[in-house]
């Protein structure tokens, strides 16, 4: 039954036209989206380019993730944990 409701309001979510549905599941999937993002996309390619173009900016400053706590929500929201 608990799966059923669940399934119920996950084709509700779904039928909304807004790409921000309101709600806290939609938040926390954004969040750790941005936040896989910034881990794996975002802050790989800055170091690259600092380190590049030779800037005096210590890259060691940029804002470290700890991914292993985001991924178990992140992986367990999608289906995957």
Do not use: T
């Not at 039954?1 to 084709?11: G, K, P, S």
């Amino acid at each position: 039954q608990l799966a059923q409701a669940q399934n119920a309001v996950n084709q509700v979510e779904a039928q909304n036209p807004s790409v921000f549905v309101s709600g806290a599941r939609p938040f926390i999937l954004w969040v750790c989206g941005v936040a896989f993002a910034y881990k794996f996309i975002v802050q790989p390619f800055l170091i690259f380019l600092l380190v590049a173009s030779g800037s005096s900016f210590d890259w060691h400053k940029l804002p470290e993730l700890d991914w292993s706590e985001m991924s178990s929500v992140l992986m367990g929201m999608l289906g995957l944990g």
